[in-house]
């Protein structure tokens, strides 16, 4: 355990834990950004040195910051897509679903229809927004690292904190892996529609002529090559790729006669009315009409939409890098911009798009000759007589995926870092190599994610049921039990600050502290207890029943049965061996170790917060002028 006592540090390590707590300095002091929660504001000249002999190779650097973090999260969301690329498939034959915003919408409205695929979206977006609500207002209360893992550990179990650290890092090293085969399937490129009565034609010939093993090479080495570069370079190179991103035009605009609602108007309808039951191969088994056929058809396209939501919670995996960690507004500006930026920008893209392309398109449901030509936006800009649009699209779909790798492999490097700093991360020799950094970055962390990306060799042919397709099926499935144990970790959090709050141990200032009605407190969203019991129903709903594809297929389908479940008998797996680990077969100690440790909470600075808009004078005059652009910037910067 770390230690600020006065002006000196102390370090003791207990148990077969590895403890690295932040104990705060006054909270006065603490609310100076940039402050290093190792050594403190002021510590001695023996403080440091002491420290400096022990842990500075195990430091990350505080140098991001706020900004970077925004555009970090942004782009690590906004390039979700799964890698798969299919075939080229007769009549009756229809793809797999291809999660995320720019390749996965189209999916979406085949499978759901145009108001399904747009009703999906926004309900899974509120799902998602319940969840980083929660974690943002922990975490701007008490500003810790990793706090993906550390809250679980507080306050529910500290087996539950290690089960998700290591769920966490797989899923984050698998989404890694994906988006470099989505990159190579970007880059393989092509747009025929002449056979279904176009008369467009497009290749990408080098990217066509080159096996796509050399285009998964080419990505994973400069991903790797980014993310061990200084933090702050990558934090910057990071920024100028999202920036890219935000560029990405709406496909409606360059239409010249409007469309109106053509395509949700019948034949086309709000909800598409048949599921297509189809196998590994994408054969159509069987069809199923009505309403249940509507039902699976939404039902699984909330599953799909669940993958591209996937990287909104980095917001708060960056806090061991963040030089604005101690102030409290920063997490609760992050949190809310990206919740705003993401389910905003997601559901209008995908409501502009359903009005230009048919649910029935072709190209979306499997006759594309790459997985680009399956976009919306892509089928949008040619049949709006702009193939070099269509282009442009296709090299913003490279740049994205090639950014959410990068940011993929940053946060699985980060988790397994903390990993090793607890000292959960195997043989001593493994774990004092994983926690060693260099220029602020754990090298030896990076490298051994990136080792873990190369299983993006097996999706090197793009055929369907690869074992890559598999294990980004898993990823979904991981990433919901994080989010559903954060939001249960919410719920112990919530009660545990009613609790100190009316404890005779309080003292009147930490009382004021635990009280989420004060002005002071950093981040309180209105209902967030029933935003908590929103978001774990709902991921424990879909964990559940994610697997309804496997029991329709005849005959049943073992592959995707394991595929879309091994998460959970994984999850409680590593409880148990956690158990194990620390105590044996003494059952009698396995019950929850938790802390319940409120310790090292701050306040806003004043009562005045940001993101408010609060006008000086009556009317217009500059004053106001200057206070609504400084509202401004702070909500878009």
Request: hydrophobic share 45%; aromatic share 12%.
């Amino acid at each position: 355990m770390m230690h600020f006592d006065d002006n000196d540090i102390h370090i003791v390590e207990s148990g077969q834990d590895v403890e690295f707590e932040d104990t705060a300095p006054p909270r006065e002091k603490m609310k100076r950004a940039g402050d290093s929660l190792w050594y403190g504001p002021n510590p001695s000249r023996r403080a440091m040195r002491y420290v400096a002999a022990l842990t500075p190779w195990r430091e990350n650097r505080r140098v991001l910051s706020e900004r970077n973090i925004n555009m970090i999260a942004f782009s690590g969301s906004i390039g979700n897509g799964k890698h798969w690329q299919s075939r080229r498939f007769e009549a009756h034959q229809l793809t797999r679903n291809t999660a995320g915003l720019f390749l996965g919408s189209g999916s979406s409205i085949a499978s759901a229809g145009p108001g399904g695929a747009v009703m999906s979206y926004l309900i899974v977006g509120t799902v998602m927004a319940s969840i980083i609500s929660c974690l943002g207002e922990m975490t701007a209360l008490m500003p810790v690292n990793a706090p993906m893992m550390e809250f679980p550990r507080r306050f529910l179990d500290r087996g539950v904190g290690f089960a998700v650290g290591w769920i966490y890092w797989f899923a984050y090293g698998v989404l890694a892996a994906s988006q470099v085969v989505a990159f190579a399937n970007a880059v393989h490129f092509s747009y025929d529609d002449r056979s279904i009565e176009g008369k467009t034609l497009i290749h990408w010939r080098t990217g066509e002529d080159v096996d796509s093993a050399v285009w998964i090479t080419i990505c994973l080495v400069v991903v790797v090559f980014v993310n061990v570069l200084p933090v702050i370079i990558y934090a910057e190179l990071e920024y100028i790729f999202g920036l890219f991103d935000l560029m990405t035009p709406l496909p409606g605009a360059y239409y010249t006669e409007p469309l109106g609602t053509k395509y949700w108007d019948q034949p086309y309808g709000f909800f598409s009315e048949t599921y297509y039951v189809t196998d590994d191969n994408g054969i159509v088994q069987r069809e199923i009409s009505g309403s249940v056929g509507t039902l699976l058809g939404v039902w699984t396209t909330f599953i799909n939409v669940m993958f591209s939501y996937i990287g909104m919670d980095i917001v708060a995996a960056t806090a061991a890098e963040s030089r604005a960690l101690a102030d409290s507004e920063s997490m609760k500006m992050a949190a809310r911009k990206i919740n705003i930026r993401i389910i905003t920008l997601y559901a209008l893209a995908v409501t502009t798009a359903s009005f230009v392309v048919p649910a029935n398109h072709d190209f979306i449901i499997g006759a594309g000759s790459s997985i680009g030509s399956r976009s919306i936006f892509v089928i949008a800009a040619v049949q709006a007589g702009l193939p070099a649009l269509a282009q442009f699209f296709n090299a913003m779909f490279v740049l994205s995926a090639f950014t959410c790798a990068i940011n993929s492999l940053y946060v699985a490097s980060r988790v397994l870092h903390t990993l090793a700093l607890r000292g959960q991360t195997g043989p001593e020799f493994i774990t004092r190599r994983l926690r060693a950094c260099r220029n602020g970055v754990p090298v030896r962390a990076v490298v051994a994610t990136a080792l873990m990306m190369l299983i993006a060799y097996m999706g090197r042919s793009g055929a369907p049921g690869s074992p890559l397709d598999e294990l980004s099926n898993n990823c979904t499935v991981s990433c919901l039990i994080v989010y559903a144990t954060i939001c249960a970790t919410y719920m112990r959090f919530y009660k545990t600050l009613e609790v100190a709050k009316m404890s005779e141990n309080t003292s009147a200032a930490q009382a004021a502290s635990y009280d989420r009605d004060s002005p002071l407190y950093p981040y309180k969203s209105h209902g967030q207890w029933l935003k908590a019991f929103y978001g774990l129903t709902a991921s424990i709903i879909l964990i559940i029943f994610n697997g309804v594809p496997a029991f329709l297929e005849q005959p049943f389908n073992c592959r995707k049965f394991i595929s879309a479940y091994i998460g959970i008998p994984v999850y409680f797996l590593l409880i148990v061996s956690y158990k194990l680990r620390k105590h044996g077969l003494r059952l009698s100690r396995w019950g929850p170790e938790r802390s319940d440790d409120l310790s090292n909470t701050v306040q806003a600075a004043s009562e005045k917060r940001r993101g408010r808009l609060d006008l000086p004078d009556w009317g217009f005059t500059r004053a106001n002028l200057a206070a609504f652009g400084h509202w401004l910037w702070v909500w878009i910067k």
